[in-house]
């Protein structure tokens, strides 16, 4: 079991820095598109963003239902950012510790 609980770590480390940078794609692509700076009537614009949008609304919209609402900022995108970043090391030591 020992060497397979180190493979399964750094899985869940290489899913959570994936998971992340796509998060940071899905934030800069929303703000890109609520200031109108890209169009969303653009094809390539319309798939990654709907893609990212399908893929992180199931995540956001518990923690949007809990945080209060300040002035039209949504911060459940940080809040799930900063989960994957101080979460993952707990839990790929967990896993390790398995070995």
Do not use: C, H
């Not at 480390?13 to 796509?22: D, K, N, P, T």
């Not at 598109?33 to 653009?42: E, P, R």
């Not at 992180?56 to 970043?85: A, H, K, N």
């Amino acid at each position: 079991m020992g060497e397979y609980a180190y493979l399964l770590a750094n899985l869940v480390g290489g899913l959570a820095g994936l998971i992340s940078f796509l998060l940071l794609v899905y934030i800069v692509f929303s703000l890109l598109i609520s200031f109108n700076v890209i169009n969303t009537y653009n094809q390539f614009v319309s798939v990654i963003y709907g893609s990212l949008y399908k893929l992180f609304e199931p995540m956001l919209r518990p923690i949007r239902d809990v945080l209060p609402d300040v002035g039209g900022l949504d911060l459940s995108p940080i809040v799930i950012w900063f989960l994957l970043q101080y979460g993952t090391p707990f839990i790929t030591t967990a896993i390790r510790g398995l070995a």
